[in-house]
């Protein structure tokens, strides 16, 4: 699995102008599946997020979690971070068919919430919107294959 993780001051998804998910400070989350994830990736990726220390302590160090500073978390499902660009015209063989997809998305939400956040999401498979005021800015990649 994959996450691109956004350290923000607020962050929103619409889907057919709506807003279905917001969240105030805390992170945004683009969170992509590849084939051959499995659940073990999911609770491992989940664990990292809630946990990464990225947000200023008293001294501007970047030493406090998510956690301390009383953040929520917005999750959108994003296959095209597994978008092979050898070509011109990206393929997405590498990224896992939905319904394997969704299981692990689901996961990955319930593992945030059982941490004790306020998890946001968007809705997997449709075309969103999403808007984002990034706070640094920070920006961190996580891929399950190097953690």
């Not at 659940?39 to 501007?60: H, P, S, T, W």
């Not at 990206?90 to 004790?116: H, I, M, N, Q, S």
């Amino acid at each position: 699995m994959r996450a691109v993780v956004t350290r923000v001051s607020s962050a929103s998804v619409k889907i057919e102008g709506e807003v279905v998910g917001s969240v105030g400070r805390g992170l945004l989350v683009l969170l992509g599946v590849k084939t051959g994830d499995m659940e073990n990736d999911a609770v491992r990726l989940a664990a990292k997020v809630c946990n990464l220390r990225i947000f200023n302590d008293q001294n501007g160090k970047m030493n406090l979690d998510l956690m301390a500073v009383g953040g929520d978390i917005l999750v959108i499902s994003q296959f095209t971070l597994y978008a092979d660009c050898r070509s011109r015209r990206p393929g997405f063989t590498d990224a896992a068919r939905a319904d394997t997809a969704v299981a692990l998305y689901e996961l990955f939400v319930a593992k945030c919430k059982k941490a004790g956040f306020t998890v946001e999401t968007g809705e997997f498979g449709a075309m969103m919107d999403v808007s984002s005021v990034n706070e640094g800015p920070v920006t961190i990649i996580l891929d399950t294959e190097f953690l």
